[in-house]
């Protein structure tokens, strides 16, 4: 049984997973190759020449984001971020930034980044082209990403409708997430045991402001929505996604059943 909830406003794309194990609940998988610095002149269009790379001392730049580290899942927002070397001699006008072959965005001063929002699961090749005060093309970074979308799974009776999100200017953000009994029998009891959170597209962990995980002991009918709320601390307004995991278990008969709810949310703006 899948579930997919999404809203133009929250963007939200969940999965459901029973019983699923740790490295599975992420979902989502980014490989990263290794940053590659040429000597590149634009030829026309989105074409590139390669020359032999510069000196260390030429050298104007790396490609600092997106890391291996990083991880991305559907719809995702990547920063892409070329960061100056401190020893280098070149003096930096521009850099463009290249999603395979598209251009997709120009910085003219630092920070040199771009965020592609809203990327859908695949691979991708993401690029940086610098160029000097003169106007010429010096180097090219380049990076493959691959951003997988999340696997989905039936989850028994439950399933997560899209959640409400309210963003302090302190960057507090209020999680209001309904569960929803989707079966034909009664749900005894509801409890969320594990809430993880991870801010999107720095891959940084977001910590839970109140500690208190929300449970409910009332009898839930068919067809009846459980509105459970929470609250994450540290969330960036900037930070475009929001990998969200929630954990859970329910009774229903004589069973209690672990659930899992995984996706990303786009982060408001703050108000």
């Known amino acids: ?3 997919y909830n999404t809203s133009t406003q929250s963007r ?4 459901a997973k029973r019983m699923a194990p740790k490295v599975a609940a992420l979902c989502l998988a980014m490989t990263c190759g290794a940053a590659t610095a040429v000597h590149a002149q634009s030829v026309g269009g989105n074409t590139f020449r390669a020359y032999p790379a510069p000196s260390e001392s030429e050298r104007p730049c790396d490609l600092t984001s997106p890391t291996s580290e990083q991880k991305f ?3 995702a927002a990547i920063t892409i971020t070329a960061t100056p070397r401190s020893k280098s001699t070149v003096k930096i006008g521009k ?5 395979g072959s598209q251009k997709v965005g120009t910085a003219t001063a630092a920070p040199y980044t771009f965020v592609l929002n809203d990327v859908p699961a695949g691979s991708y090749q993401l ?26 799974v039936g989850a028994g009776h439950l399933s997560a409708a899209a959640p409400t999100l309210t963003l302090s ?39 839970l402001l109140q500690p208190k995980l ?15 709320t929470f609250v994450l601390d540290n969330v960036l307004p900037t930070s475009g996604n929001l990998f969200l995991i929630v954990d859970g278990v ?5 069973k209690k059943i672990p659930f899992e709810f995984a996706g990303g949310l786009a982060v408001p703006t703050a108000r």
């Open 95 to 99: 850099i463009e930034f290249y999603n």
């Open 214 to 228: 929300p449970s409910s002991t009332d009898k839930v009918d068919p067809g009846v929505v459980v509105p459970f």
């Open 127 to 152: 690029r940086a082209l610098v160029y000097d005060d003169s106007g010429k093309p010096v180097s090219l970074l380049t990076v493959n990403t691959t951003v997988k979308a999340a696997t989905n």
């Open 12 to 15: 939200l794309a969940f999965s």
């Open 250 to 254: 329910y009774s229903s008969g004589d």
């Open 73 to 75: 899942t559907a719809p």
């Open 1 to 3: 049984m899948l579930h």
């Open 169 to 207: 200017s302190a960057g507090t953000l209020q999680v209001l997430f309904p569960l929803k009994n989707d079966g034909t029998a009664q749900i005894r009891s509801l409890a969320v045991t594990a809430i993880s959170a991870y801010d999107d597209p720095s891959g940084r962990k977001t910590t």
